[in-house]
């Protein structure tokens, strides 16, 4: 297993950034396919992007497309989620996770290698 944690989170007014990090150790990370989720109040954990072991593939739900990019840096083992455009919405904890296996997982049930998350409060 992948240990990961997640950073980067805070409050933002509307309309702001953010860039949330995920930092991987105990693995060779690079193997890993990774994906972020978040859980907004009250609500199930939903699927946002994804991205291959290499970074050539990447997926993003559309409730964010547009506004969130996922990238990662194999060298620093490090994923990153950059958000501009931020809603109330938005508002949730943030989850990174990592799959083994190169592919395009959209459920939380494909992956086994959570982080902590990291709180993300977008004010109106």
């Known amino acids: 297993q992948v240990r990961l944690v997640e950073s980067g989170g805070g409050l933002v007014q509307a309309g702001g950034s953010l860039r949330l990090s995920c930092a991987a150790s105990g693995r060779t990370f690079s193997f890993y396919s990774v994906g972020w989720f978040r859980q907004p109040p009250g609500k199930e954990r939903e699927f946002i992007a994804t991205i291959n072991y290499n970074g050539q593939n990447t997926y993003h739900a559309d409730s964010v497309k547009g506004r969130f990019t996922i990238s990662r840096d194999n060298v620093k083992d490090m994923v990153y989620l950059q958000m501009n455009s931020l809603k109330p919405e938005d508002t949730a904890v943030y989850f990174c996770?990592?799959?083994?296996?190169?592919?395009?997982?959209?459920?939380?049930?494909?992956?086994?290698?959570w982080g902590q998350g990291t709180q993300v409060t977008v004010s109106s």
């Open positions: 996770a990592a799959n083994p296996v190169d592919d395009t997982w959209l459920r939380p049930g494909a992956y086994g290698s």
